[in-house]
């Protein structure tokens, strides 16, 4: 059972313009949220997070939204340079403290194209 | 960031033998460290939480006989895959974490490709 869905497996955007990234979840219990980008050969890195008490947080470049209504999150980059092309990973939590795991989705390969 | 690596980055390693891999954390002290495990086109599965000096915690349906795990030190994790078959071919990634630290700061290692003949 896919509690986290990413339903695109890949995205190509234009330099320059934005690319947004979608994350479902059907876990009603999940109230922290976060987006994890990966190279080739490296482990995922830590993007950005966000809280179910706040619908937006934004962090130079990167801003993700969250809709608890609809059980949807979306990271919006902008503007898309050719670095961000990797791999996004949304992944979803009952909390950020403790050893409450990680659920992670299959993951959005990002192509930036020059 | 801190900086996690595993060793090897790769294996490949006959029917029945048994597999090491190891999870540093080279610039912090790992008080928590995870397992998971990705097999394509699929997800990051935890497969178990360690705690140092105490015995792992395996996520549901994880064989803990079959996925030893040991955290003897603040820097160092294991993951032994014994009699290793071919369903055991995956990504192995390990994470680790700080005490008292929060997810933001979890760090991951580049993973550890295995390939079971």
């Known amino acids: 059972d896919q509690q986290v869905k990413q339903n695109s497996p890949s995205l190509s955007v234009q330099e320059g313009r934005i690319s947004i990234l979608n994350c479902d979840y059907t876990?009603?219990?999940?109230?922290?949220f976060l987006w994890y980008k990966k190279y080739p050969a490296e482990g995922p890195t830590f993007l950005i997070s966000i809280s179910s008490i706040k619908d937006k947080n934004e962090d130079g470049r990167f801003t993700v939204f969250l809709n608890k209504s609809a059980k949807h999150l979306s990271l919006h980059i902008v503007p898309s340079q050719p670095g961000d092309s990797a791999v996004y990973f949304c992944a979803a939590s009952r909390s950020n403290f403790g050893n409450e795991k990680l659920t992670f989705g299959t993951g959005t390969r990002l192509t930036i194209i020059p | 960031g801190a900086v996690v690596s595993q060793h090897p980055s790769r294996v490949i390693c006959k029917s029945g033998t048994s597999v090491k891999i190891e999870c540093r954390s080279l610039?912090?002290?790992?008080?928590?460290m995870f397992w998971y495990r990705q097999f394509p086109k699929q997800s990051l599965m935890l497969m178990a939480t360690?705690?140092?000096?105490?015995?792992?915690?395996?996520e549901q349906g994880v064989e803990k006989d079959k996925f030893l795990i040991n955290h003897a030190s603040l820097t160092l994790s294991t993951l032994t895959v014994t009699s290793a078959h071919p369903e055991d071919s995956s990504f192995y990634i390990c994470?680790?974490?700080?005490?008292?630290?929060?997810?933001?700061?979890?760090?991951f290692g580049p993973g550890t490709r295995l390939l079971v003949l």
């Open positions: 610039d912090f002290q790992a008080t928590t």
């Open positions: 994470s680790a974490r700080g005490r008292g630290q929060v997810k933001e700061t979890q760090y």
């Open positions: 876990n009603s219990m999940f109230d922290y």
């Open positions: 360690s705690n140092e000096g105490s015995k792992a915690t395996y």
